[in-house]
């Protein structure tokens, strides 16, 4: 009877298709889902529809409708009901509610991505023949908006080191374009792991935003931070005396290369002013800098004096990394995980091109910096901070501690 009633459903199925061909592909799929979850009931029960078993734990209860949405459009199937002690659900709806969260993820998704929300629903109809209001797409915007504000919001701790920079991205404000700044701090934990540990979005990287973000870190529990890097931002610097007294400052190497190469006016000499600038970044501690910064001075006083002039102001700054540990100079005498980390946001955002508000700016590039700071910390130790006994000790508790921090 069984194997009869299976041929007949089979027969139903390739009777479908073959009068309808692809576009009876969801009845076709609507019929085996109903029949998949009638044989996930018997098996719930241990026995079938009638059938007489000493195994059987309950009863079936008829059918309750249920429209679910589907890649090929909505769909209206029966869902098997039972009666008795027996715990049943289809593990298909069960999926198929996954598959319904993991589409307003991707709605959201897009949303983050800048297109509008007249275009997400154009698109979704298009793909899935699915009526998305506008209404839904916001939602599911506000639910990402309320994980991303929590992770950006939450508790910090001990950072040694920091790193600051600021990226701009165009946004569309009061009817006109504008140049907006996306202030991204990286902290050095004390276990030497690297996380993004803020980020935030204003009209410009001027001194009171810079103040303003940076006093938003200690609010949120920054603490222990003797050193920062970043390109040569007034605003930044002044901010850093302000809002942490104390703090070393180090001006990026790799900035001050490229900031000594438009003082150069002879092409043939930007080649060895690069290598003489080397050696100094180079060299073993900051007495041996100072000297060779000194003979560079000499060097180009009559030859190319603004250079000269240049380097004798601007220099020092990039050799306050001396007074860090030989094994830490290396990686904090540049932002270059800050310069790898707006190169990944360049990528995403050249899809937008312009951003229709700040929030939207925001989303965006909140989500990304989640996502690699999440990475980061899943990584190897970026820096090692203390002995090794209590590096061992301490790798297997960093990822409660941030999942923790997040909750």
Same mark, same amino acid.
């Given at each position: ?132 209001? $506008?209404?839904?797409? *916001?939602? @599911? ?6 994980? =991303?504000?929590?992770? +950006?919001? %939450?508790? /910090? ?42 980020? $935030?979005?204003?009209? *410009?990287? @001027? ?6 973000? =940076?006093?938003?870190? +200690?609010? %949120?529990? /920054? ?62 501690? %900051? ?121």
């Amino acid at each position: 009877m069984t194997c009869q009633n299976n041929d007949s459903k089979l027969d139903a199925v390739m009777e479908l298709l073959i009068e309808n061909g692809f576009e009876g592909f969801a009845d076709v799929l609507r019929v085996l889902l109903n029949e998949a979850m009638k044989i996930e009931r018997d098996n719930a029960l241990g026995a079938a529809l009638y059938e007489r078993s000493d195994n059987r734990k309950g009863y079936a209860n008829g059918y309750k409708p249920r429209t679910v949405d589907t890649r090929v459009g909505r769909l209206t199937v029966d869902v098997p009901q039972v009666r008795g002690d027996v715990d049943f659900y289809p593990s298909s709806l069960e999926r198929g509610c996954r598959s319904e969260r993991a589409l307003k993820l991707a709605i959201a998704e897009m949303y983050v991505k800048g297109i509008s929300t007249r275009r997400v629903t154009d698109v979704l109809e298009k793909m899935c023949g699915l009526d998305i209001s $506008s209404s839904q797409v *916001s939602r @599911a915007a506000e639910a990402l908006d309320e994980q =991303l504000g929590k992770w +950006r919001n %939450r508790l /910090l701790g001990e950072y040694p080191y920091l790193m600051l920079d600021a990226h701009y991205e165009k946004v569309r404000k009061n009817g006109s374009v504008r140049d907006c700044a996306i202030l991204t701090a990286v902290g050095i934990n004390t276990k030497g792991r690297r996380e993004v540990i803020g980020v $935030s979005v204003s009209l *410009s990287e @001027a001194e009171p935003h810079w103040r303003a973000f =940076l006093k938003s870190l +200690r609010t %949120r529990g /920054l603490t222990g931070v003797k050193y920062a890097v970043s390109d040569d931002h007034d605003g930044l610097k002044n901010a850093l005396k302000a809002e942490m007294t104390g703090v070393i400052w180090q001006r990026c190497q790799c900035h001050l290369q490229r900031n000594a190469a438009s003082y150069v006016h002879k092409m043939s000499m930007r080649g060895q002013v690069a290598e003489d600038l080397r050696d100094v970044f180079n060299a073993k501690d %900051r007495l041996s800098a100072d000297k060779r910064l000194q003979e560079c001075v000499e060097k180009y006083r009559s030859t190319a004096p603004e250079l000269a002039a240049w380097m004798e102001e601007n220099i020092p700054d990039g050799l306050n990394v001396f007074a860090l540990p030989k094994e830490h100079r290396r990686r904090m005498r540049t932002t270059n995980t800050l310069e790898r980390l707006n190169q990944e946001i360049n990528r995403r955002t050249r899809v937008a091109r312009l951003f229709p508000n700040e929030e939207s700016l925001l989303r965006l590039v909140s989500a990304i910096e989640m996502e690699i700071s999440e990475d980061w910390l899943a990584e190897k130790r970026y820096l090692t901070m203390e002995t090794e006994n209590e590096s061992e000790s301490a790798d297997s508790n960093d990822k409660k501690i941030y999942r923790k921090k997040v909750a």
